[in-house]
């Protein structure tokens, strides 16, 4: 879950409120763990060269291929009808490196700079803002809320449409599997206590939950994890001390929210297909005018962005480790500072020491290239690979 904190309780108002609706069944595909999100792009946005006298000035190079899709395109234009700003500053595309999609940007930004807004009122809160996010205590809650307001509500599933069908597919390029969706031998070679302990919490949290509302669980397994990925989680309060920058961690390596009360998470279209950077994230998703009618969801440069380059944002807390970043998102990142101050504070559900793992690194490295084919394999192979490399030598 993305987060970021909330001061001001007003803009709860406009998001929508939590009604009951008959409740119906949407067809989910058969289980289809570990589907690739690689998508094969070669051409590119081309870029004029300079005229008249002088030296030409630079053409931004571009790196991603537009989403000229009709899904897209009606979301941009529902967006644009609503009023939202900045979205010349921003492409949808795909990157032609990796064949993923994200937000690319198409004009330079300064530090600071406001790249794009989305009004409040276009947001989908998952939870009733009179009850504080209690109707919504986990994110399987929060799906089978997603369920019953936006899913199948016909009236709802209308309005929203243009945004509801850009959302992933079970079974597309861009769904990534959480380690919910394992099979128990294939959870166990994860290896790692706390993320195995995590996914059966997730998978029993499903089961209660579709149980009580009378929902299919494979139904509200995938909801859960459109909301797991996609939403962002807001907080009622703001921090105690919000100079103090630096987190503190728990004997977990877990970051301590010392302010955090309740939370109420809401999907926000065309920010949420910005992807994650461990390391080096360049934009923010901030608030603006939380206390008016007028108030905005806003991307935010953290740095100075050329041209052509993608919007990347940091997931959940800011310092989420890759044990959080898999249960939440479904994908190991590259590389991640927060890995080794995690497994420097230990704890009983983690592994203390590099030799604590049945296998070495060396052997996982040689089983990842031998196990091309298997996508869910290959992605328990990189989280192992992540951890192992992040042990402080």
């Not at 069944?25 to 570990?34: C, L, P, S, T």
């Not at 234009?77 to 940007?105: E, P, W, Y």
């Not at 509500?153 to 969706?181: A, H, I, M, V």
């Amino acid at each position: 879950m993305r987060q970021f904190h909330f001061v001001s309780l007003q803009l709860l108002g406009f998001l929508l409120v939590f009604v009951p609706f008959p409740r119906q069944i949407f067809q989910v595909d058969a289980f289809a763990a570990g589907t690739s999100k690689g998508r094969k792009v070669s051409s590119s946005k081309s870029t004029g060269g300079g005229g008249g006298f002088g030296a030409a000035s630079k053409a931004p190079t571009f790196i991603h291929t537009p989403d000229t899709s009709e899904s897209t395109q009606q979301l941009l234009q529902f967006l644009k009808a609503q009023k939202a700003k900045g979205l010349d500053n921003v492409d949808i595309g795909f990157h032609q490196g990796t064949g993923v999609r994200g937000l690319f940007c198409t004009t330079n930004m300064k530090q600071g700079q406001i790249v794009c807004r989305i009004p409040s009122d276009c947001a989908l809160a998952l939870s009733d803002p009179n009850k504080n996010g209690e109707d919504a205590p986990t994110v399987a809650h929060g799906g089978a809320n997603f369920l019953e307001m936006y899913w199948n509500n016909e009236q709802n599933k209308r309005l929203w449409s243009p945004y509801l069908d850009t959302l992933p597919k079970r079974g597309s390029e861009q769904f990534d599997p959480t380690p919910d969706f394992l099979e128990e031998d294939e959870l166990m070679l994860l290896e790692f206590p706390r993320l195995i302990q995590r996914a059966k919490e997730r998978k029993e949290q499903v089961e209660k939950v579709a149980a009580e509302k009378g929902i299919s669980e494979e139904e509200l397994k995938f909801a859960t994890w459109l909301v797991s990925s996609r939403a962002f989680q807001l907080s009622l309060s703001a921090p105690a001390n919000e100079k103090d920058e630096m987190p503190q961690y728990d004997d977990r390596g877990q970051v301590i929210d010392k302010a955090q009360k309740k939370t109420i998470r809401v999907m926000v279209p065309f920010i949420d297909m910005a992807n994650h950077s461990s390391d080096q994230p360049n934009c923010k998703l901030t608030l603006i005018d939380p206390e008016k009618d007028d108030a905005w969801f806003a991307l935010e440069a953290t740095r100075p962005i050329s041209a052509g380059k993608e919007l990347v944002i940091s997931y959940g807390s800011g310092v989420d480790s890759s044990v959080e970043l898999l249960m939440d998102y479904g994908f190991v990142p590259s590389s991640n500072r927060i890995d080794s101050i995690m497994l420097e504070k230990g704890g009983d559900d983690a592994i203390a020491k590099l030799d604590g793992w049945t296998t070495t690194l060396d052997e996982d490295k040689t089983m990842l290239e031998m196990s091309r084919d298997d996508p869910v394999l290959q992605k328990i192979l990189q989280f192992r690979i992540r951890l192992k490399e992040s042990y402080k030598k």
